[in-house]
Nanobody
Framework: QVQLVESGGGLVQPGGSLRLSCAAS????????MGWYRQAPGKQRELVAAITAGGNTNYADSVKGRFTISRDNAKNTVYLQMNSLKHEDTAVYYCYGFNSRLVPATSWGQGTQVTVSS
């Protein structure tokens, strides 16, 4: 399976921005559907944003207009630009990948903590 390493989290004030990165191993990355998920304390993991191999994107309603997912296949990396952050965005953020048939194709990484607090 493809291994993933997330980075870029941190502490940010409400209204601030962060850019998360997810670096993947292996040459199959460019063919994968990649998603960013998050899990807040006491809550289930939820899908935040996804991007297909062709660059089509989809977002959870809670982040539309604030978050942008993108990918750089030359660097085997997927990004999540997060703007106008809110307290409720506080969570551990993970990336994950699926093949074209939406069969899981990666392992879960360690995640990166995002804390939005004044």
């Amino acid at each position: 399976q493809v291994q993933l390493v997330e980075s870029g989290g941190g502490l940010v004030q409400p209204g601030g921005s962060l850019r998360l990165s997810c670096a993947a191993s292996g040459s199959v990355f460019r063919s994968l559907v990649m998603g960013w998920y998050r899990q807040a304390p006491g809550k289930q993991r939820e899908l935040v944003a996804a991007i297909t191999a062709g660059g089509n994107t989809n977002y959870a309603d809670s982040v539309k207009g604030r978050f942008t997912i993108s990918r750089d296949n030359a660097k085997n990396t997927v990004y999540l630009q997060m703007n106008s952050l809110k307290h409720e965005d506080t969570a551990v953020y993970y990336c994950y990948g699926f093949n074209s048939r939406l069969v899981p194709a990666t392992s879960w990484g360690q995640g990166t903590q995002v804390t939005v607090s004044s």
